[in-house]
């Protein structure tokens, strides 16, 4: 009797833990479920403007030839120590050519930094964030003499955002933190340059850090979801923007096979989405962009060297985001709508095979030759999503997309394709003017009987056959309306820099929000 009531006592127990094991088990964690980290990047110096120097302030010069400009805030003792220091040092005023001073009069120190032969806007910008990334260590406050006009103030201010930059959120046994004492621009025009600065410039270097943000992070913390989280977070409570996301059963409904066909290897799921930010009411510009949380080339796996770098495979949807956020933020006249096509490409016995074909939302079909060319598989199903439920007056996609591009151009340039020649010629413009520069590389029609295939509408790729960059921007324009105004800017390169810059520190770039942020003001259908 005893052995009985035991007996019924454990299945008893059985049977009401079953439940809750059940419930535990219907959770599953994807990665390890502890977070590197949960702190921010540190504080950067806030940036403002006068029309005198703080008497405390570290001093930056800003200058166009070699002698010191006669109204630089300097006593005759500090002016002639300085200009001994500048002639020892054989200073000649090259671009961002520096000399970086101590003891002189009761500066805490004076940097030095040539503007060139050209001390326009580029120059003042690079300067300025030159000197940031000089002034990194210092703990002083910051003065800006130099610059020039308001207008130029204000772009010193944004090369000095730029150069400051970091992304330092992970390292948590560094000592103390970085200076916030502040950045002062000065000169005659500071209201002026307080306006360009308020009104544009600011939402410009928060997009761009962003952008920066989301491409530096690891593939363990951006991924679909959180891209999507941070961009909701980013854009909450700014006037005129409506943000809309497609799930897989949303996207499975529209047959959109191309961009869950690269997700289907992971466990994370792929996501469309579409920030649009209406200040005007003319027609859309369409801005897609590439949005690879990992590439790890799936079936067709990666070398293991410099696999690290996938995790910045989203940068073409951050640069699209990133554009939408400055423009929005600014107020700009202009009505965009930014696409991120995400997805994470990762191998598995789910994942997708060389040799699949697929459908695209048009109806299209594609043939598989390289899991690793997924880019452009995520992009096209973006593409004709937004160009049938927005109707822009053109499109621009932005993608880290071939190898090919980098051998090419390199990091020097991004490479531009397109068959619009007004949308080219104002994509190029936006770059020269932004110094994020393209160079415009062919559409040949040979292109299209390369990417003949026997089973499908096109192959997606060639193995081992140039050129790749063409091919990819052909198979794009494939799914897009020869109607349609469409340019392709292949940033492969563009997105990491191995070396701080005057205006891009080690790490991501951010390339494109700038470009796109001008094109989107100055391109007209």
Not at 118 to 126: N, Q
Not at 330 to 337: I, M, T
Request: proline share 6%.
């Amino acid at each position: 009797m005893r052995l009985l009531l035991a007996t019924t006592c454990l299945a008893s127990l059985a049977l009401t833990a079953a439940p809750a094991l059940a419930q535990t088990q219907a959770v599953p964690v994807i990665g390890s479920g502890v977070p590197a980290t949960t702190a921010k990047n540190s504080a950067e110096r806030p940036i403002g403007f006068a029309t005198a120097v703080p008497a405390d302030a570290a001093l930056v010069l800003l200058m166009a030839d070699k002698a010191v400009p006669a109204d630089a805030p300097l006593s005759p003792e500090e002016r002639k120590g300085l200009e001994a220091a500048l002639s020892a040092a054989g200073f000649a005023a090259k671009a961002n050519e520096t000399v970086s001073l101590r003891g002189i009069g009761a500066r805490p120190r004076i940097v030095v930094v040539g503007l060139g032969k050209d001390a326009g806007s580029k120059a003042v910008m690079e300067a300025a964030g030159k000197a940031a990334q000089d002034l990194r260590g210092e703990k002083a406050p910051i003065a800006v003499v130099g610059a020039g006009n308001g207008a130029l103030m204000a772009d010193a201010a944004l090369g000095y955002a730029l150069g400051q930059y970091r992304f330092d959120r992970y390292k948590v046994t560094t000592g103390s933190a970085p200076s916030t004492a502040p950045v002062t621009i000065v000169g005659a025009e500071a209201t002026a340059a307080q306006a360009v600065w308020t009104g544009r410039h600011a939402a410009t270097a928060e997009a761009v850090r962003f952008s920066r943000d989301l491409s530096n992070e690891p593939a363990s913390t951006i991924y679909p979801d959180s891209f999507i989280a941070r961009t909701r977070e980013a854009f909450a409570g700014v006037p005129g923007v409506s943000i809309e996301v497609l799930d897989e059963a949303a996207m499975r409904k529209l047959n959109m096979g191309s961009i869950l066909g690269v997700g289907q290897g992971s466990p994370r799921g792929s996501r469309l989405l579409l920030v649009t930010y209406k200040g005007s009411e003319a027609a859309p510009l369409a801005m897609v962009g590439k949005g690879i949380t990992f590439d790890s080339g799936g079936i067709s796996i990666k070398p293991g060297s410099g696999m690290w770098r996938m995790k910045a495979d989203m940068s073409g949807a951050a640069a699209v985001v990133g554009a939408a956020l400055s423009l929005a933020k600014s107020k700009a006249p202009v009505h965009v709508v930014a696409v991120a096509a995400l997805a994470e490409n990762m191998p598995d016995g789910n994942a997708q095979r060389p040799g699949d074909v697929v459908r695209t939302m048009s109806g299209k079909t594609a043939e598989i030759f390289s899991t690793d060319a997924e880019g452009r598989m995520v992009l096209v199903d973006g593409i004709e999503y937004v160009a049938a439920t927005r109707k822009p007056a053109a499109i621009v996609d932005v993608a880290t997309l071939t190898g090919a591009k980098v051998t090419a151009l390199g990091d020097e340039y991004a490479g531009l394709f397109g068959r619009h020649e007004g949308l080219v010629a104002a994509v190029q413009a936006a770059g020269e003017a932004t110094g994020e520069a393209v160079w415009r590389l062919p559409l040949h029609p040979n292109y299209a009987d390369d990417l003949k295939s026997d089973v499908a509408d096109i192959k997606h790729g060639t193995e081992g056959v140039p050129p790749g960059a063409g091919h990819g921007a052909h198979f794009i324009g494939f799914f897009i309306d020869p109607a349609t105004p469409w340019a392709h800017l292949d940033i492969a390169g563009n997105e990491m820099s191995d070396a701080a810059k005057p205006l891009t520190p080690k790490g991501a770039t951010g390339y494109g929000v700038r470009l796109l942020d001008q094109l989107a003001r100055t391109w007209k259908p």
